[in-house]
């Protein structure tokens, strides 16, 4: 029986060998999770002193790798997590260009009385070519991986 993709039964989790229909060249082919799940296309911004980018905004709702640029002189910026609450099992990945050093730094900072890693502290990073990998369960953020 033909569905219309609006009428088909919502799932409840996706497994890696799950089917998923994807339209290449003009022609419905099947894929499964584990041959897409790696392909992430970086969110680039470019920041400066004084900036406050808030990560709940709609733009960045799809980011899941933010490649971070500074530009400009020295200071420290903010760049707010989503709400842990809305983002259950969310990674978010952050890295930072050769422009980065001790005087220019970028304060990834939880909301709303939300932590990361058990604290409402931002986590600072302040190098260049420094990297950070975060996840939420659902009520905090966890840092999972860090380069540095």
Known sequence: MSKKIS??????SIQETDLIA?????STKKATISQIENYLIPTNLTVSSG?????????????????????????T???NLPSASD???????FISNGGFDTA??????????QTLDGSTSAYVINKEFEGIQVWS????????QKKA
């Open 104 to 113: 220019t730094r970028v304060e990834l900072t939880p909301i709303n009385s």
């Open 137 to 144: 369960d659902g009520s905090e953020w966890f840092i999972i």
């Open 22 to 26: 994807v339209v290449q060249s003009g």
């Open 51 to 75: 900036d406050t980018i808030n990560l709940s905004d709609s733009t960045y709702s799809n980011s899941m790798l933010i490649r971070l640029s500074w530009s400009g002189g020295n200071g």
């Open 77 to 79: 910026m903010t760049l």
């Open 87 to 93: 983002n259950t099992n969310r990674v978010m990945r």
């Open 7 to 12: 009428q088909l039964d919502s799932i409840s």
